[in-house]
T-cell receptor, first 115, second 115 residues
């Protein structure tokens, strides 16, 4: 079974600094997809970034980048120039095989951005 | 374009009562999903559907039922509510296909308490 592990329950970062949120995954599939979602205190789920297992370059979306290390099975999210509005829960997820585009989620990392 | 809408936003049930959580999407997505999120945890898949008339179980289907009679709607039925079903329920949808960035679009969630 596929599994996502996020080992940092909580993280603090100072405003304008960069922060890395860790995500490791376990799968025997060659083709898979990795997603990061943000969940602010208001509760909605916001898609941030996607990395395909065959993508040669690390994904980037504005201040978000994904440090994808396939051999180590890690897909860490890097947020540059942190802002107060980045304070939220962040979830890593992997698309399962077997059809249906089902996602397996990690337990999340609570990020707090401080002045 | 409203995206994914869910009703109700909040609900309190007594043990043994039943209810239906409504989910509608207007993006013509074939794939739809129901997740539950327990406090401090990631999302777990309850049921999913890859098209009208086709549904399948996810990781935690016990105590729930679904139907998919149209592309737009994917209601989740709780029969004989139990305190263990106290959770936040998210509906999501995405376009068909099994590769590439098929991000799931989430509804705002329904907060359910069973007392």
């Amino acid at each position: 079974a596929q599994k996502i592990t996020q080992t940092q329950p909580g993280m603090f970062v100072q405003e304008k600094e960069a922060v890395t949120l860790d995500c490791t995954y376990d799968t025997s599939d060659q083709s898979y997809g990795l997603f990061w979602y943000k969940q602010p205190s208001s509760g909605e789920m916001i898609f941030l970034i996607y990395q395909g297992s065959y993508d040669e370059q690390n994904a980037t979306e504005g201040r978000y980048s994904l440090n994808f290390q396939k051999a180590r099975k890690s897909a860490n999210l890097v947020i540059s120039a942190s802002q107060l509005g980045d304070s939220a829960m962040y979830f890593c997820a992997m698309r399962e095989t077997g059809g249906g585009n089902k996602l397996t989620f990690g337990t999340g990392t609570q990020l707090k951005v401080e002045l | 374009n409203a995206g994914v809408t869910q009703t109700p936003k909040f609900r309190i049930l007594k043990i043994g009562q039943s209810m239906t959580l409504q989910c509608t999407q207007d993006m013509n997505h074939n794939y739809m999903y129901w997740y539950r999120q327990d406090p401090g945890m990631g999302l777990k898949l309850i049921y999913y559907s890859v098209g009208a008339g086709i549904t399948d179980k996810g990781e935690v289907p016990n105590g729930y039922n679904v139907s998919r009679s149209t592309t737009e709607d994917f209601p989740l039925r709780l029969e004989l509510a139990a305190p263990s079903q106290t959770s936040v329920y998210f509906c999501a949808s995405t376009r068909a296909g099994t590769s590439g960035n098929r991000e799931q679009f989430f509804g705002p969630g329904t907060r359910l308490t069973v007392l």
